[in-house]
């Protein structure tokens, strides 16, 4: 019912940024679709960037009340 997708990236390991998008019934919902930039990860960590943006996803989501997705 609700899948949600992360990738991270960065220029030559500067300017790190993220993307979650999100399917609901099968179907893509651009209006949840999100943008990261990654503020606490210097350097080309994708790990350590992957669990920022995977932490301030659903630590908003759970603080709004949200329900979470059943697959990411």
Do not use: W
């Amino acid at each position: 019912m609700h899948i949600e997708c992360f990738d991270n990236s960065n220029i030559q390991g500067s300017e790190p940024v993220a993307a979650c998008v999100v399917f609901k019934n099968a179907k893509p919902s651009k209006k949840d679709y999100r943008h990261f930039n990654i503020k606490t990860v210097s350097g080309p960590d994708d790990f350590a960037s992957m669990e920022e943006v995977v932490y301030r996803r659903y630590k908003r989501m759970l603080d709004e009340g949200q329900s979470l997705p059943q697959l990411i």
